[in-house]
């Protein structure tokens, strides 16, 4: 057991475990300095820079996210068989406009049931409410699936511009990070983040755990197996990067986004850019903004 039994409680009643020691602040720094090595790379392998499911192109990622520590703290909340099926890259660059809207990861992903996933959002530099931490509502996970509008505001960096319907980021309680620490939450937990008003960069990876036994509504996804064993065969098995970007690695992304669940019923990846660029916004799953690292 690696979570506490005060942790699993505060789990079950607020659907948040706010501050937990992953890495030391020292090695979460210095990953995040790769950062701007990972954008070079989509461009020159991509050609542009991709946030999603970044795991299947990056080494380092897939190492740290698959490190023992968390993948105990997931195996405390999962169980003993454990799928690894996003890790995002969440950047606000200095002085940013950018915000998450107040939002449910569960509207657009047909992953069931929700108690099958738990998220884990991992601070790269120090996470503060001056640079726009993650803010989240203790006790939302236990309202299920709550109404969303999607409105495409022009810096809410959600795909479809989604916002849940009468809710405030300001209601919601910030979740300072030092660098190299983590968040974890449920996937019903109502969150958003807030602008970057600082001179300093605010980066972070959330992480997406799911045990084999969760099902995705309607279509075939894949994920990657990272503990124990998947007797359900409800996801096609991804398989790590073996370096930076390496050839497989990129084919397999590539497949892997003309296909995102993040798409929703939007018609694919082109069904939601074709809507993104009817309300004059950038293609989705893509940071037209360096994180300038
Ligand atoms: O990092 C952020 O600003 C938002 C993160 C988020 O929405 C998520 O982890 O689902």
Not at 81 to 86: D, F, S, T, V
Not at 179 to 205: E, P, W, Y
Not at 245 to 260: C, G, L, S
């Amino acid at each position: 057991m690696s979570l506490s039994d005060e942790q699993l409680v505060l789990y079950e009643r607020d659907g948040i475990i706010p501050q937990l020691s992953f890495i030391s602040r020292e090695e979460a720094l210095a990953l995040a300095s790769r950062h701007g090595d990972f954008e070079h790379a989509c461009i020159e392998h991509l050609g542009e820079i991709h946030w999603f499911k970044t795991y299947l192109l990056s080494r380092w990622i897939f190492e740290l996210v698959t490190r023992p520590l968390i993948l105990d703290y997931m195996e405390d909340l999962l169980g003993p068989n454990l799928l690894l099926w996003g890790v995002d890259m969440f950047y606000k660059p200095p002085h940013s406009e950018r915000f998450t809207a107040m939002h449910q990861d569960s509207t657009y992903w047909g992953l069931e049931p929700a108690d099958g996933l738990v998220n884990a959002w991992i601070a790269l530099t120090p996470s503060t409410v001056a640079n726009g931490c993650l803010r989240l509502l203790p006790c939302s996970h236990q309202r299920g699936q709550v109404d969303h509008t999607n409105e495409f505001e022009k810096n809410n960096v959600l795909v479809h511009g989604q916002s849940a319907a009468g809710y405030d980021l300001e209601e919601a309680s910030p979740v300072e990070l030092e660098a190299g620490q983590m968040t974890i939450f449920h996937l019903h937990t109502v969150h958003g983040s807030g602008k970057n008003t600082t001179a300093q960069l605010r980066l972070g990876l959330a992480v997406r755990y799911i045990r084999p036994e969760v099902r995705q509504v309607g279509r075939r996804d894949s994920a990657l197996l990272v503990r124990g064993e998947d007797k359900c065969g409800n996801f096609d098995h991804e398989l790590a990067p073996a370096r930076e970007f390496d050839k497989r690695a990129v084919e397999q992304f590539t497949a892997a986004m003309a296909r995102p669940s993040g798409a929703g019923n939007s018609g694919g990846i082109d069904g939601l850019d074709k809507q993104r660029a009817d309300a004059g916004h950038g293609r989705a799953f893509h940071n037209v903004e360096s994180s300038g690292v």
